[in-house]
């Protein structure tokens, strides 16, 4: 099967925004259970992707063989969407803080993430 290159690059963001879209649609449960589904086929496409296009190509990921690998590769898409579903359902400040602070903790883990691997590993 083959999917034109603009769609398949694309394909894990098109997940997110269904999956956004489901969640703020309605809060039942068919529709929370079709979001999860998508946002988890979106994180799982991410992940597989960048582990095939590693520049590094080093086996050892986590923090010092402190948390297992796939628990490492997955850790911020699990704060993003902590914090976008906390950030929906409260209306507490502070919670909103917590959640805020979470979302721009899983975009600063994503952008060095893709930095670090997209480079090849230096001699110094």
């Known amino acids: 099967m083959f999917i034109p290159k603009p769609i398949y690059e694309n394909l894990p963001f098109i997940y997110f925004i269904i999956s956004g879209y ?5 809060l039942t449960w068919p529709m929370l259970i079709s979001a999860g589904l998508f946002y ?13 296009r590693r520049m590094d190509k080093q086996k ?3 923090l010092k ?6 628990i490492y590769e997955y850790l911020p898409y699990t704060y993003g ?12 400040q502070i919670f909103q803080f917590f959640a805020f602070t979470l979302i721009v903790l899983a975009v600063r883990n994503l952008l060095c993430r893709h ?5 090849s590993t230096k001699l110094f």
Request: aromatic share 6%; glycine share 6%; proline share 2%.
């Open 22 to 26: 489901l969640f703020t649609f309605e």
């Open 115 to 119: 930095n670090n691997r997209s480079r």
């Open 40 to 52: 988890s086929a979106g994180c799982v496409t991410l992940v597989t992707r960048s582990a095939h």
């Open 65 to 70: 063989h402190k948390i297992p690998d796939l």
């Open 60 to 62: 050892t990921l986590g």
């Open 81 to 92: 969407a902590v914090g976008v579903f906390t950030l929906m359902i409260t209306k507490n």
